[in-house]
């Protein structure tokens, strides 16, 4: 049997909406068809970020302190900060993510040191907050950060997700469609998106290795 020796489908965004269209019953006739699905698709694509379903998109920043100053605002595409750890002498330290209440109860916010801590400022334009103060200029704090989906702009453009999270992202435009065009399809193409969402993020998740050491107590001799 002859295989293609081909791994590079990756379907363009009309291609996308094409398929959630067909699973509809629907065809895409006019130019607004493709207009209103890229904009279900975007929302869609910031549902997945809330719900935490763009784990590939995690970069590792970094960012050089500066003496006495505690903020730094951050690319407008970062949603959020996973860990980070400030860098000295080629010695990373970890750092203790925080609340906005813990931060803002901090009573000596202008105690200089090494930074422990840090607390994000989620607003349009990020905004990162460390304590205690740096005490120098040459601490780099390095941070995974989890940034932005890319748009569907154009319906030539390609997204740049995963060859596993295809059926999800299909299933789950295929349902917003149907709010919009199909209310009798609405349960079971809700009941399909979920289902493939649900085994994105089990995809999607952390797989570190364990070992399980038996306790050697039973193997003493009485």
Do not use: H
Not at 66 to 71: G, K, M
Not at 133 to 145: C, F, G, K, M, W
Not at 198 to 209: F, K, N
């Amino acid at each position: 049997m002859a295989l293609s020796g081909s791994t590079n489908f990756e379907p363009a965004v009309d291609e996308y909406i094409e398929e959630a269209f067909e699973r509809c019953g629907l065809e895409v006739r006019t130019g607004y068809d493709l207009k209103s699905a890229r904009r279900s698709l975007n929302l869609m694509l910031a549902e997945w970020a809330n719900r935490g379903l763009n784990q590939w998109t995690i970069e590792q920043r970094t960012q050089t302190v500066t003496a006495d100053d505690t903020e730094y605002d951050l690319g407008t595409d970062v949603i959020d900060i996973l860990s980070a750890v400030v860098r000295r002498s080629n010695t990373d330290f970890n750092m203790t993510r925080i609340s906005r209440d813990v931060y803002l109860a901090i009573p000596t916010k202008t105690s200089t040191g090494r930074p422990t801590q840090f607390f994000l400022d989620r607003q349009i334009t990020p905004n990162l907050k460390i304590w205690p103060t740096p005490e120098n200029s040459t601490d780099v704090i390095r941070y995974d950060a989890l940034t932005r989906m890319n748009d569907a702009d154009t319906a030539q453009n390609t997204l740049e997700i995963p060859f596993r999270f295809y059926p999800c992202l299909t299933a789950g435009l295929a349902y917003y469609i149907s709010l919009k065009r199909a209310p009798e399809r609405i349960q079971l193409l809700k009941s399909v998106y979920e289902e493939e969402f649900d085994r994105a993020m089990a995809e999607d998740r952390d797989r570190s290795s364990f070992n399980i050491t038996p306790s050697m107590d039973y193997y003493k001799v009485g």
